[in-house]
């Protein structure tokens, strides 16, 4: 089977790419550049998906069978500091995708990923959250998921696209930069451990999250991929809620370092949601069950960051 995954490069791409050549498939990305740590049997094509020209040839030349959509500014900090620029990105790009698999009258299935940014701030009563409840995004990040999820639903429904959808919540896992909060805190610790770093800096600690291992969600997305109801949205969650604060001790715990930090207040977004938990029954009545629990995880991303800082 023929894959074409935008955003092919970045973290999760590369997880993925790896599980599909693995199970024998053709994989095809695109990407803004070019990344030497994909496997040769990759074609990466290196362009913006804002260049409608480009874009609508790839597609219509390499008429792929699945198309996974992974590219996309992802950080809920940075799209406070470039709405504009987060929102139009996020948005136009995957329009101008679904458009090109329009235009050239495929049939293929489509993976749009968003995020459980999308739900915002709910009640206790509400968690753990399931595809049903009402959403509420509460950053330019989380709008612009939920643009996403309603231009799926139209080009779906107005025009026949096969297009299956997840809500993601927060992933971890080797090869996570430091844009991210637990690999920030995990290269943080260990450069407190290599005597690099006095203090471990952080925002706001209180919020707690359903964290996901990068290897289980992109197992997910074949899953969501192989047998999803088409039109229909998927929580990529554990279901379980850990606070940032827990989280952090954990980590310096495994580190081997005194479970010390600051709070910087420039880390502190304007509005963050309290609690985030996911129900995911939907996905598992497909069939889904994680294979990773949280401290392999943190085990495998300190082993990563070590052998990086080295």
């Known amino acids: 089977m023929k894959y074409l995954v935008t955003g092919i490069s970045g973290f999760v ?30 074609s990466v094509h290196i362009m913006s998906l804002m260049d409608t020209g480009a874009l609508g040839e790839l597609v219509a030349r390499l008429r792929p069978d699945r198309l996974v959509h992974l ?14 620029d987060c929102f139009v990105n996020n948005t136009n790009i995957f329009l101008n995708l679904v458009e090109a698999v329009r235009a050239a009258g ?16 709910v009640s206790p009563a509400d968690i753990p959250l399931a ?23 139209v080009y779906a ?17 080797p090869g996570q930069t430091e844009r991210f909060v637990v690999s920030s805190f995990v290269r943080q610790a260990v450069e407190i451990a290599l005597g690099r770093r006095d203090m471990l800096i952080c925002g706001n600690l209180d919020i707690v999250r359903d964290l996901v291992d990068v290897r289980d969600v992109v197992a997910a997305y074949d899953l969501v991929l192989e047998k999803g109801v088409s039109g229909e949205i998927y929580n990529v969650c554990r279901g379980e809620g850990i606070s940032l604060q827990d989280l952090l001790v954990r980590i310096c715990r495994m580190v081997g370092i005194p479970a010390s930090w600051r709070t910087d207040p420039a880390l502190v977004r304007p509005i963050d949601n309290p609690v985030i938990i996911g129900n995911p029954a939907r996905l598992k009545a497909l069939g889904f069950s ?16 070590k052998a990086r800082l080295a």
């Not at 590219?71 to 504009?84: D, I, R, T």
């Not at 429904?157 to 896992?173: A, E, M, P």
């Not at 949280?294 to 991303?301: E, I, K, N, R, V």
């Open 157 to 173: 429904r107005g025009y026949g696209l096969d297009i299956v959808c997840t809500r993601s919540f927060n992933h971890l896992g």
């Open 106 to 121: 495929l049939s293929c299935r489509i993976l749009s990923v968003g995020s459980s940014e999308e739900y915002g701030p």
């Open 131 to 153: 595809e049903t409840h009402p959403l509420d995004p509460m950053s330019p990040y989380a709008v612009a998921r939920v643009a996403q999820e309603h231009l799926s639903r």
């Open 71 to 84: 590219a996309s500014a992802s950080s809920v900090g940075l799209s406070w500091q470039k709405p504009v």
């Open 290 to 305: 994680l294979d990773y629990e949280l401290d392999q995880s943190l085990a495998d991303l300190i082993a990563w960051w």
């Open 13 to 42: 791409g590369r997880h993925l790419c790896d599980r599909l050549l693995a199970q024998g498939h053709s994989v095809y990305g695109v990407d803004m550049a070019a990344a030497q740590s994909l496997p040769p049997e990759v």
